[in-house]
């Protein structure tokens, strides 16, 4: 426990190296999870064919995969911060293996959810452990490790119209089962993790006194980390909902909109999440150069005029403006996740749970929630005003500087 709580004062000595061979290893773990649950909404148009189900039972299983892994995420993170477990990684995805098992051969809708539940479970252990062993591995660069780590799940899910274009169409749900390889291959690189985080623990030196001083400035400044916190939620919040919006409803207004083929509007989903993959890349190195907070604001600011005008472009200009705020305002995931491990130093996996997780869970009620608002206003109606979401964003400018968060726990 103690050498737990002293990890992030032992991390930000500028003499440690970042070791890129561990950041990179988690990263690609990451993009196999983020992979692997992909391939659960990618799969929807073939359940909905080969089972009959309906839209509510579709929308069931999206819930409970997103609703899984984001409720358990901070509460695995609480625990584990307590009492680390490097081998829980590797145990994680094994569920997630069993579960996409599962999701192959189910032979029914109870035992989809059931599967999903599995892949939820493996992947609500994997985030806020994977952000940590980021963190463990990034020396004084904090923001890059993360958006190596970062960026490998949000290729993953950049996945989700190749996966089901070139494996679930030509397959079907059996093609599901095929995802199992690349869960044991995760879960092996994961073993290898395992045996560097445990060698690392037992490297961290005993440093009661740190601990001491991180629990006395959060004691000091305990109000102004609550606002802090706060405010960074609600920018998680307005960025989780538009993504979500754009990820699930703009390719059937582009369809209507444009008259584009199905194929097509799935080539301007899969461009806005690879922008999006970028910008999470580089959002972390530029937050070491010129502040995590800076990132975050700039990111919602810059996003905002591309959101609001995209509905309104022809074609062409729409395409190039949804890659430019896929890519902008994904310059500040990472940089969330950093900001809020050293608003509260010694949570470093409850922190990474809890902001990665609701990125989860509001994905998941955002997609309930503007759905139902585009079945009552219409589709194009709500697609404008998704566009506005970024402003409640701005509400960044309000969070604490770089500085200011530093000083709290250097007292």
């Given at each position: 426990m103690n050498q737990q709580a002293?990890?992030?004062?032992?991390?930000?000595?500028?003499?440690?190296?970042?070791?890129?061979?561990?950041?990179?290893?988690?990263?690609?773990?990451?993009?196999?999870?983020?992979?692997?649950?992909?391939?659960?909404?990618?799969?929807?148009?073939?359940?909905?064919?080969?089972?009959?189900?309906?839209?509510?039972?579709?929308?069931?299983?999206?819930?409970?995969?997103?609703?899984?892994?984001?409720?358990?995420?901070?509460?695995?993170?609480?625990?584990?911060?307590?009492?680390?477990?490097?081998?829980?990684?590797?145990?994680?995805?094994?569920?997630?293996?069993?579960?996409?098992?599962?999701?192959?051969?189910?032979?029914?809708?109870?035992?989809?959810?059931?599967?999903?539940?599995?892949?939820?479970?493996?992947?609500?252990?994997?985030?806020?452990?994977?952000?940590?062993?980021?963190?463990?591995?990034?020396?004084?660069?904090?923001?890059?490790?993360?958006?190596?780590?970062?960026?490998?799940?949000?290729?993953?899910?950049?996945?989700?119209?190749?996966?089901?274009?070139?494996?679930?169409?030509?397959?079907?749900?059996?093609?599901?089962?095929?995802?199992?390889?690349?869960?044991?291959?995760?879960?092996?690189?994961?073993?290898?993790?395992?045996?560097?985080?445990?060698?690392?623990?037992?490297?961290?030196?005993?440093?009661?006194?740190?601990?001491?001083?991180?629990?006395?400035?959060?004691?000091?400044?305990?109000?102004?980390?609550?606002?802090?916190?706060?405010?960074?939620?609600?920018?998680?919040?307005?960025?989780?909902?538009?993504?979500s919006g754009m990820t699930n409803f703009y390719t059937f207004y582009t369809i209507h909109k444009y008259a584009l083929s199905i194929k097509e509007s799935q080539l301007f989903l899969f461009t806005f999440l690879v922008a999006g993959a970028i910008g999470t890349f580089f959002g972390g190195p530029l937050s070491d150069r010129f502040g995590k907070k800076k990132v975050i604001t700039f990111s919602m600011m810059v996003t905002l005029p591309f959101s609001i005008l995209i509905p309104y472009m022809p074609l062409a200009l729409a395409f190039i403006f949804l890659i430019f705020s896929g890519f902008i305002i994904m310059t500040s995931f990472s940089v969330t996740v950093v900001y809020a491990q050293e608003l509260v130093p010694g949570k470093i996996g409850m922190m990474s749970g809890l902001t990665v997780g609701l990125a989860f869970g509001m994905g998941a009620i955002g997609s309930v929630g503007l759905g139902y608002i585009a079945d009552l206003i219409g589709l194009p109606t709500m697609i404008a005003v998704l566009g506005i979401l970024p402003l409640i964003g701005l509400s960044s400018f309000l969070l604490p500087s770089d500085r200011a968060v530093q000083g709290w726990n250097n007292e």
């Open positions: 002293t990890m992030p004062k032992k991390i930000t000595n500028s003499n440690e190296s970042t070791i890129f061979k561990v950041l990179f290893i988690i990263g690609l773990c990451h993009l196999l999870n983020d992979a692997i649950q992909a391939v659960v909404p990618a799969m929807f148009p073939i359940l909905e064919k080969s089972m009959g189900l309906s839209f509510t039972q579709l929308g069931i299983i999206a819930f409970s995969l997103n609703m899984v892994s984001s409720v358990m995420q901070p509460m695995i993170g609480f625990f584990t911060d307590k009492k680390p477990m490097p081998y829980i990684l590797p145990i994680g995805l094994t569920s997630t293996l069993f579960g996409v098992l599962g999701l192959g051969f189910a032979s029914g809708f109870n035992w989809i959810v059931l599967s999903v539940v599995f892949i939820g479970l493996g992947s609500a252990v994997f985030h806020p452990e994977g952000s940590r062993v980021a963190h463990m591995a990034a020396g004084d660069r904090r923001g890059l490790a993360q958006s190596i780590y970062q960026v490998g799940g949000n290729s993953g899910q950049a996945l989700a119209p190749l996966i089901t274009a070139l494996v679930l169409v030509p397959l079907g749900q059996a093609g599901a089962s095929w995802f199992s390889l690349a869960a044991a291959l995760a879960v092996v690189l994961l073993v290898y993790i395992a045996k560097w985080y445990k060698q690392r623990l037992h490297s961290i030196t005993r440093a009661s006194k740190k601990k001491i001083s991180v629990k006395a400035s959060g004691m000091n400044h305990a109000k102004d980390i609550k606002k802090a916190i706060f405010f960074i939620l609600l920018t998680i919040f307005a960025r989780s909902w538009y993504i």
